[in-house]
């Protein structure tokens, strides 16, 4: 509840004494005291009950006053049974220090006002024990929606929904998804067939398209004050929700994590790996995919897996490893053989909530148990692959390995640049130096196949003028563009070049 709330209560009748622009904060509970110095007992957000015993002076009115500040309390509500009245020094420390406060008069009981102030909390101790017993999220859900009188749901960043009271059609859903990491201040009103209300989760997750986001049938604009309360104690609920599964993935993560290092460097056997596997819940016996995710920061990257992974809906396990972060799919083949469209369609679901990153990924193949190292392999060339090819959102599955382009991505980057410069460094300078275009005169008769007719219309030259350039290039460079092998080599190196987005070497 917030402090205009009490204030607006005539059966309680307090009176303000300042602090009128201040009435929105919002009151998180209820501290009786009459210590002159009593923030050791305070968090923050409470409304501190006194009886101003401990005012012997008018300077101790700063002291206590300046105590609440300290402790980030919500206002404080002065009796006035002792001193018949609020004195004027109590009433300048809280201007002075920012305190909201009121007088509570004599007929209203510290009792009757701590009482109303928790009957206000009460939605949030019942979602909050739920949660303690082991509650699941719908079932905290539901007890929500009983209170604000209208479905909701929490939804994923990613594109799935995580819990909710009511069936959302797919539509509704991606219409709303949509809106999940635009990064528009929340709560704020969305419209997908019905009037929605997006509010936000409590979570530091990152990037955003890893977060959960709390969503309420109905208009923002004609929510009550309770309503605005209880959502907010939802979504603080709902995050703690969120740190528990979190906690459980980041356990399993650790015993896979510590298992495919073991796999990669040989300490391991498969079978081993497979047990352990198991024991991290992924089903035994059943084909595997690897899938390896690269987005910045490794615990961004496995933030974002883990949610791309619940939202599959395919048993998985997933760890960082490396630089990004790994997972292994388990299911029937049948299941399997789609994962590659179901990560392109997340992907590019995601991709304007990614701000300044570039997500990669690949995936391996079908695979058995024993064959995971390989798996694990196939599926890091394929990342490799995406984290060179264009666009901010890439998905490279197994059938896109069989290219040039995945023995070029797996190339040291230090062995790139050295091909890059051994083959295409003196026509660059030369470039420079004489404000000529050999290089992509290269190119193009590359891409033409070495038709002489077709690269000059596309260069709009004469063929003659087209002659005299390839004989240049072979004799700056000393490589002959008759030769099958020449032609290859600079192939290769104009896509290093063009992988690599420009020209640092001369």
């Known amino acids: 509840m917030l402090l205009g709330d009490l204030l607006s209560d005539p059966e309680l009748g307090l009176v303000l004494l300042v602090g009128e622009d201040q009435l929105d904060r919002p009151v998180r509970g209820v ?5 002159i110095d009593p923030r050791r007992y305070l968090s923050g957000g409470e409304l501190v009950l006194s009886g101003l015993v401990w005012r012997n002076e008018p300077g101790d009115s700063d002291r206590f006053v300046a105590a609440l500040a300290d402790a980030g309390v919500a206002g404080l509500a002065a009796g006035t049974a002792r001193l018949g009245h609020a004195p004027d020094d109590l009433v300048e420390a809280c201007r002075r220090h920012g305190v909201p406060a009121f007088e509570v008069p004599l007929s209203v009981s510290f009792n009757t006002l701590a009482d109303r102030v928790q009957r206000r909390a009460a939605p949030r101790r019942e979602l909050v024990s739920a949660v303690a017993a082991g509650a699941d999220l719908d079932h905290v859900l539901c007890m929500a929606a009983e209170e604000l009188g209208a479905d909701c749901w929490v939804l994923s960043g990613v594109g799935w929904t995580v819990g909710g009271t009511a069936e959302l059609t797919d539509a509704e859903r991606d219409a709303l ?20 209300v997006l509010w936000p989760v409590e979570s530091e997750t990152q990037p955003a398209a890893a977060r959960w986001f709390l969503l309420v049938r109905g208009d923002l604009d004609a929510w009550s004050q309770e309503q605005e309360a ?4 939802l979504a603080t609920v709902v995050a703690l929700v969120r740190s528990r599964v979190d906690e459980a993935r980041r356990i399993a993560g650790r015993s896979v994590e510590a298992a495919l290092r073991r796999l990669l460097d040989g300490t391991s056997s498969p079978v081993d790996i497979a047990a352990r596997l198991e024991t991290a819940g992924l089903p035994a016996g059943e084909p595997l995919r690897a899938v390896s995710l690269h987005v910045g920061e490794p615990a961004a990257a496995t933030a974002l897996l883990r949610e791309i992974a619940a939202a599959t809906r395919l048993p998985a396990v997933t760890s960082p490893l490396g630089d990004g972060s790994a997972a292994l799919f388990a299911d029937d083949a049948e299941h399997l053989e789609g994962l590659d469209d179901q990560l392109r369609r997340i992907a590019a679901a995601i991709e ?5 990153r570039k997500l990669a990924v690949g995936v391996s193949d079908i695979s058995r ?20 090819g264009e666009g901010r959102a890439r998905v490279v599955g197994a059938a896109d390995l069989a290219s040039h382009a995945v023995l070029l991505a797996s190339l040291p980057d230090e062995l790139r640049s050295s091909y890059r410069r051994r083959l295409l460094s003196r026509l660059i300078a030369y470039d420079r130096a004489h404000n000529s275009d050999l290089v992509r005169t290269l190119r193009v008769f590359l891409d033409c196949s070495g038709s002489w007719s077709r690269c000059a219309k596309l260069l709009h030259v004469h063929v003659n003028t087209l002659r005299y350039r390839i004989q ?8 002959n563009l008759t030769e099958f092998a020449d032609r290859v080599d600079f192939y290769l190196a104009l896509e290093l070049e063009g992988s690599a987005g420009d020209s640092r070497f001369s």
Do not use: K, M, S
Request: charged share 30%; proline share 5%.
């Open 177 to 196: 998804v949509g809106e999940l990491t635009t990064g528009e201040e929340l709560p704020r009103a969305v419209r997908a067939a019905h009037d929605y």
């Open 352 to 356: 304007p909530g990614l701000g300044p």
């Open 472 to 479: 240049r290039i072979e004799e700056i460079t000393g490589r």
């Open 31 to 35: 501290y009786i005291t009459d210590l």
């Open 369 to 388: 148990a024993t064959g995971l190292r390989g798996a694990l392999e196939e599926a890091g060339h394929a990342r490799r692959l995406a984290q060179r």
């Open 230 to 233: 209880i959502a907010t104690d």
